[in-house]
């Protein structure tokens, strides 16, 4: 890995735990300053390592990375909730793509056993079934956007056999944090709003966003 890259995903860390502290501090306006700066930085750090290994895989990432921005700035807005989890469902989408593009000869662990992928589809279904009677009128969105993530969960889970092991626990560990990421979220927006469930969402979000580019590094090598 580049001199560069590893000072970059420093400042994305040093900028996760500003954020954290920014948050449990309650200081909003100043966020501005933190939380829309964690994406680009993993863009540019994402960028920078594999920029002479472009190919189709190289820009499902950085279009995953932007969205997931939008998805930021769009969230810390007033009203804009839905445009905020669009631009996310946006993410996840160019991240199961960039999942199901991975070529190998070897098939991938789900389509080995595919009983592995069981679990996450009960979770999601009883997440969901929990979950409804806080949604209202989001029922719809909400069940649509459980649904994707629960996919890309289940396609990082594939990656398995596909690419290096090490590449493979990166994948899974940083989709599974997403997963649990936005549950907490949802938790947190829908039924009850708390200080650690706030910090944890951050937490979990950057530790996956940070996994998945980490291990989409790898497979670019």
Not at 60 to 76: Q, T, Y
Not at 123 to 141: H, V
Request: one cysteine or more; aromatic letters at 16%.
């Amino acid at each position: 890995m580049k001199r560069t890259t590893k000072r970059l995903f420093l400042i994305f860390w040093i900028l996760a735990i500003a954020e954290l502290l920014l948050i449990y501090f309650h200081q909003t306006s100043t966020r501005w300053f933190t939380k829309p700066l964690l994406m680009p930085v993993l863009m540019i750090a994402f960028y920078t390592e594999s920029n002479t290994k472009k190919g189709g895989l190289f820009y499902f990432i950085l279009l995953a990375l932007f969205f997931s921005w939008a998805g930021d700035v769009f969230l810390m807005m007033k009203n804009l909730f839905i445009p905020g989890l669009i631009s996310f469902l946006l993410a996840h989408v160019f991240y199961i793509i960039y999942f199901l593009q991975i070529k190998n000869t070897k098939k991938g662990l789900l389509q080995f056993q595919p009983l592995i992928g069981l679990p996450v589809i009960i979770y999601i279904a009883i997440f969901l079934w929990q979950l409804y009677p806080f949604l209202d009128a989001l029922k719809i969105p909400v069940t649509v956007y459980a649904i994707t993530i629960g996919t890309m969960l289940l396609m990082a889970i594939n990656t398995k056999r596909k690419v290096s092991d090490d590449a493979a626990v990166l994948f899974f560990n940083g989709a599974l944090q997403f997963v649990i990421s936005d549950s907490l979220l949802a938790v947190n927006l829908f039924a009850v709003n708390n200080i650690i469930l706030s910090l944890c969402v951050m937490l979990t979000y950057c530790s996956a966003q940070y996994l998945i580019v980490k291990a989409a590094v790898l497979n670019a090598d």
